[in-house]
């Protein structure tokens, strides 16, 4: 079995996510990486002097470039596909992750946006299940393909023995 076949359920194709769900991240990460590095430079510039400032500033660029190449990567390893008894999720890069989520587990749906979301059309649907252990969240969806999906999933808990 080689790594791909371990990381994908069979016969099915992925649902990708939107594709503003890059845009978004790529907007926090520039915001986050302000706070992380702009600040520490700013105070660092008059107080410690260009020595210090500067090199905090090509540090924060470089990993800034380095967070906005990667979001690619994160973009295209983000899926999830519905099969008859389970929903498959895929994600991560370097450190890659498959969740079968049994429809018969899920207790609650629950669909968010953040107001930076809003603001692109998307949403993220959350699933609570009867693990504690279970990451099951579906970002970077459209609204309409967040409540199709809420739906589905509920209709499906709903048929199951345990769940929502």
Avoid: C, H
Avoid at 2 to 22: G, K, M, Y
Avoid at 77 to 102: C, H, I, K, Q
Avoid at 128 to 140: E, F, H
């Amino acid at each position: 079995m080689t790594p791909e076949q371990l990381f994908a359920p069979p016969d099915v194709a992925w649902q990708p996510l939107a594709p503003a769900w890059r845009t978004v991240r790529r907007i926090s990460a520039v915001f986050s990486y302000l706070v992380l590095f702009g600040v520490p430079a700013a105070v660092a510039w008059p107080t410690l002097g260009r020595q210090w400032a500067i090199p905090i500033i090509v540090l924060g660029v470089a990993v800034l470039i380095w967070r906005l190449i990667r979001i690619g990567a994160l973009y295209r390893s983000w899926g999830y596909a519905e099969l008859a008894d389970d929903l498959y999720l895929t994600r991560g890069v370097m450190f890659r992750n498959l969740t079968a989520v049994p429809y018969a587990r899920m207790q609650v749906v629950e669909v968010e946006s953040g107001p930076i979301e809003r603001a692109f059309g998307l949403a993220t649907v959350k699933l609570v299940t009867a693990s504690a252990a279970t990451d099951a969240t579906i970002p970077g969806l459209t609204p309409d393909r967040a409540a199709q999906l809420r739906d589905r999933l509920t209709r499906r808990a709903e048929t199951g023995d345990s769940g929502l």
